[in-house]
């Protein structure tokens, strides 16, 4: 099914002109039911994807809306074990498929890193102490282009993973430091773009495929300037 969008004069910035265009059309690719397990929602969009990983494919996955509209919780999950999010899940799955793919004549290796953009800079989420830090002291990422296209980041700490658990470790240390604000829609709203990144390094032979998955946690979407309680941090970057 086609959404078509068309943005209300109201919502246009003051400068525009004829050059933006207030109509947006999306392909919609399915509707999933209301549930408070992120399992429907993973095997969906993502657990068809986690073998092609070995085969040296990437793949990114975005959660994007308001605050408070559940984007954090899908991507990392609750508190509970039956409400695991896209990142756990993907995980678990992940090391079950290394078993697999790993052999005699073959190896696989899994690394993660996870970093945040926050008001047009990159930061590294996984930086010990960040989160004891003012944010003029955090440690600016450099973002560079690749000669055939693409973008990188340049600095970001990447660790080799041998399991589960240590992965999961790198997720929740990265989720303390990450930027949260509270709103008039959410106590604690996450203010940065997190990306958590699981690359699996697959080796047969002399030939290294290398695949990347990464989750993407949107900040919201909403005007900041409304929302921002106290009219505080009004300098944020729109999600």
């Known amino acids: ?10 919502h246009l910035p003051a400068h525009a002109s004829a050059n933006i265009n207030p109509r947006y059309t999306f ?3 399915g509707i999933l039911p209301l549930t408070p397990s992120q399992l429907p929602i993973y095997e969906a969009v993502l657990r068809g ?17 308001q605050t408070g509209s559940g984007k954090t919780y ?3 999950g ?6 695991r999010g896209l990142i756990p ?13 790993t052999g005699v004549s073959s190896s696989t290796k899994i690394y993660v890193r996870f970093v945040e953009v926050y008001n047009e800079c990159c930061y590294d989420l ?11 002291d955090w440690d600016k990422l450099k973002v560079g282009t690749h000669s055939g296209g693409g973008s990188y980041i340049k600095g970001a700490r990447t660790y ?7 992965a999961l470790g790198f997720l929740f240390m990265g989720n303390v430091n990450r930027v949260v604000r509270e709103t008039r829609m959410n106590k604690g709203s996450s203010r940065s773009h997190a990306i958590f990144t699981i690359e699996v390094e697959s080796r047969v032979g002399k030939v290294t495929k290398s695949g990347r998955l990464n989750i993407v946690d949107l900040s919201g979407s909403e005007r900041v300037n409304k929302y921002i309680k106290g009219g505080n941090m009004v300098e944020e970057e729109e999600g």
């Open 27 to 29: 392909r919609e690719g």
């Open 89 to 101: 899940l993907a995980l678990e799955d992940i090391y079950k498929a290394k078993d697999r793919f």
């Open 126 to 136: 996984l930086e010990e102490g960040k989160r004891f830090k003012d944010v003029k």
């Open 78 to 83: 609750g508190e509970s074990y039956q409400e």
């Open 74 to 76: 899908t991507c990392t």
């Open 1 to 10: 099914d086609i959404l078509s969008v068309k943005l209300p004069e109201s």
């Open 49 to 65: 994807d986690i073998d092609n990983l070995f085969d040296g494919v990437n793949v990114t996955v975005m959660a994007y809306g």
């Open 160 to 166: 080799e993973c041998s399991d589960e658990r240590q």
